[in-house]
């Protein structure tokens, strides 16, 4: 996936602004070989299209970090992760993204519940194996958009939800579990479901 620059809060766009807009992201999954995938979450980041050094991101957010199962919420429910405010420039140009990032919690993090901050468990073994997230505690799981989501003065709120495939998304070598990118991707559209709050 390609880069994006750092996350501090706020948008490195130097334009005046004259309004804001909002890009709310959920998650949902399609259930396949695992009982539990279990993620600890927290940072969501959403990187701009037009300005590739922009990054806007929900640190600031009461409700994260959150642990979430993402098996919980099949087909067509959907967890609410984060609603990320954006500026929009003066002039009413577009602002489009090209990826979202999940920051991911590390093992030992004091944020962490349970035995492991990340961990899946196999459908008929309950045990818990540590899932290991290369480069989810740093940059984080980048997800690329299919095709650029945009908002605009007057289409100023853009719904979105990551849909999480384990099939494809967890990469099962022996005695280890890596989560990857590929079997995760975006879908733009309306909640299926009231946000949890």
């Known amino acids: 996936a390609c880069g994006g620059g750092g996350g501090d809060g706020s948008s ?4 005046v602004t004259s309004t804001s807009g909002t890009v709310s992201i959920g998650l949902t999954d399609n259930q396949v070989g695992y009982n539990a995938v279990v993620l600890t979450i927290k940072e969501v980041g959403i990187v701009a299209s037009n300005t590739a050094t922009t990054y806007y991101n929900s640190t600031g957010l009461g ?14 429910q959907t967890f609410h992760l984060a609603d990320i405010e954006v500026d929009l420039p003066e002039n009413g140009d577009p602002v489009c993204f090209k ?18 901050c990340n961990y899946v ?16 505690q740093q940059s984080g799981v980048k997800i ?3 095709n650029d989501f945009c908002i605009e003065a007057g289409n100023d709120t853009a719904q979105v939800t990551i849909d999480f495939d384990p099939a494809k998304a967890i990469v099962d070598n022996p005695n280890k579990f890596i989560l990857k990118p590929t079997g995760i991707r975006i879908i733009e559209g309306s ?3 009231a946000p949890v709050s």
Do not use: M
């Open 191 to 193: 909640w299926s479901t």
């Open 121 to 136: 468990i196999e459908k008929g073994d309950p045990t818990k194996h540590e899932l290991k997230t290369p480069s989810g």
């Open 99 to 116: 990826q979202i990032r999940l920051v991911l919690a590390a093992e030992g993090d004091p944020d962490c519940t349970e035995e492991f």
């Open 144 to 146: 690329l958009t299919p």
């Open 63 to 76: 409700d994260l970090p959150v642990t979430v199962n993402v098996l919980d919420y099949p087909g067509e």
């Open 12 to 15: 490195s766009s130097s334009s």
